[in-house]
């Protein structure tokens, strides 16, 4: 049976891989939802006026949509279906871009309402790297010693905790 980490993991990865390839394709393309798409194009656009750095980097409203939205559909699609360390390196890259947007977000004085989606999945995936970056519990393993064909346990393990006395 799997350990409850390991359902936790498969479960947060999934969960947000999905979320990220629907808010990803909703940045591409206007298929899903019209009125979210031409949001999203609305949004860049303003992002894109409160950093005059990324006009003069030659970084359009279009091309700064498009790129993070592809970002996010190819970070979804590993954190949904690649098993192992991959995940982990689309967890992170998903981690720095929901930094990127909150920023955006602050810069162009967005209220609460229009980010906290932001907020909440940037703390899930905080959550799902460091679950998954623990490393698994091992059960500590019994130590003894053969005398005369009986197993007894070591020394130090067989002695009671310091302060405490052993009744028999």
């Known amino acids: 049976m799997a350990s409850p980490r390991t359902i936790t993991i498969v479960a ?21 939802s019209r009125d ?12 894109v006026r409160a950093l005059p ?3 003069k980097m030659g970084v359009s409203s279009i091309l700064l949509r498009k790129s993070i939205g592809a970002l996010e559909v190819a970070c979804g699609i590993v954190m949904t279906l690649v098993p192992g360390r ?6 992170f890259l998903l981690l720095l871009l929901v930094l990127a947007v909150l920023f955006f977000h602050q810069l162009v004085g967005d209220p609460l309402k229009r980010y906290a989606h ?8 905080t959550c799902r790297l460091l679950i998954a970056r623990q490393p698994e519990e091992q059960p500590p ?3 003894s010693l053969s005398v005369n064909g009986d197993e007894q346990p070591l020394i130090h393990e067989a002695a009671p905790e310091k302060g405490k006395m052993k009744v028999s």
């Open 12 to 32: 947060l990865s999934v969960a947000l891989g999905l979320f990220f390839v629907f808010m990803g394709t909703i940045k591409l393309t206007p298929r899903l």
């Open 36 to 47: 979210a798409y031409n949001e999203m194009k609305r949004a860049y656009k303003s992002y």
């Open 53 to 55: 750095m990324l006009k």
């Open 86 to 91: 991959p995940k982990d390196v689309a967890n």
């Open 118 to 125: 932001a907020l909440v999945f940037g703390i899930l995936l």
């Open 141 to 143: 393993e019994k130590r």
